[in-house]
């Protein structure tokens, strides 16, 4: 008899939903059915502004059967008396950019203290507008999440910069960055005299992000958003949707490296005009991610880098040469160019050497 309560014990064990250890979410999901589409373009996550119970427990219903995390607000479930063991696998956000919102830091840290005492087993979250003030609020709940939407105002890598910021500040809290998949143009004009400013961010500039967050320390990537305004919803454009999807299924692929992958020196010298990188080594492999932050001119790729012990992942083409490009006998990435890389099975990494 116990050899088979063993057995049963361990055939549930195996068959239960992971956690997630590295979320790739989308924001503003308000139906179980939105969930479902967007497990299957590569989202483990998902961010909601629902606050009715019921709301509520049907998304942390939907997210469970579809092993995602759901990030939302405990406020109406702590109203409504909910007992907090029916959210196992929730993240409670226990605020929007306090530092907009001017939350003091005291008024903050006790609201963390009372969803604590009311769920002590799940984590809480809440993101700054700007990673300046994260240093504002130290040691206030389990992660930090840094929300900085560049397009078409401000340098692309401004949003690495911020998630830079953020984790210098962290204080070894989690650091989750959360990323412009949005118009501004949709959103409220503080001066309305002004001309209308905004587009939706193109595909390489969603990627590029996407990876710069990563190097500077991100932990999870969230998009915003599925619905951003009334009067949008991101299903509805597909051709745009696609643009978010195509980086959350190179983010989702590569979220093992990220949570279980271990921080490796990139393989190459460093030198003056480097492209920024970050590796690790996973399974007896080695990964290596290359991104161009502008330097005003386009940056040399590691000839390291170049050997056929490399390949590039989700490009068109195997040998890396043939997606830089070449002056003067060194190849090039240009600015905002992300090169991600994987080497051949080593026996050495797969001793954990």
């Known amino acids: 008899m116990r050899r088979w309560t063993a057995a049963a014990i361990f055939l549930l064990a195996a068959c239960a939903p992971k956690p997630v250890e590295f979320p790739v979410g989308m924001y503003a999901v308000s139906t179980p059915a939105q969930a479902e589409a967007l497990k299957s373009l590569g989202f483990n996550a998902l961010q909601s502004y629902q606050s009715e119970p019921k709301d509520v427990a049907a998304l942390a219903s939907a997210a469970r059967q579809n092993g995602q995390l759901l990030l939302i607000s405990p406020d109406g479930a702590m109203k409504a008396g909910a007992h ?55 040691g206030t709940a389990d992660v930090l999440m840094e929300d900085w939407y560049p397009v078409p105002h401000l340098p692309l890598e401004s949003s690495g910069d911020m998630v830079k910021r953020a984790a210098d500040a962290a204080g070894g809290r989690r650091v989750w960055a959360v990323l412009q998949a949005f118009d501004w143009r949709l959103s409220p004009q503080h001066d309305p ?42 299903q509805h454009a597909p051709e745009l949707l696609k643009r978010v999807a195509d980086a959350a299924r190179q983010m989702s692929a590569l979220a093992p490296v990220f949570a279980r992958g271990r921080d490796i020196a990139p393989p190459f010298a460093p030198y003056p005009g480097a492209p920024a990188a970050r590796a690790w080594t996973y399974h007896g492999r080695d990964y290596v991610i290359l991104a161009a932050r502008p330097t005003g001119h386009a940056l040399k790729c590691p000839p390291e880098l170049l050997a056929s012990r490399w390949r590039p992942l989700f490009e068109n083409r195997r040998d890396p040469r043939d997606l830089l490009f070449f ?7 240009n600015e905002h160019r992300v090169l991600v890389l994987e080497s051949r099975l080593s026996p050495r990494r797969l001793l954990g050497l």
């Open 84 to 138: 907090a063991g029916d959210f196992p696998g929730a993240v409670w956000y226990i605020q929007d950019e306090p530092d907009v919102s001017r939350v003091t830091p005291a008024q903050l840290s006790a609201h963390d203290r009372r969803v604590k005492a009311w769920a002590p087993r799940n984590l809480t979250a809440f993101v700054v507008g700007d990673a300046r003030k994260a240093k504002d609020y130290p």
């Open 327 to 333: 002056w003067h006998g060194d190849y090039y990435l």
């Open 193 to 234: 005299s002004k001309p209308r400013i905004g587009r939706f961010p193109t595909a390489d500039e969603i990627r590029f992000m996407s990876y710069d967050a990563v190097l500077n320390g991100a932990q999870g990537v969230w998009y915003f958003a599925l619905e951003p305004a009334d009067t949008f919803n991101l």
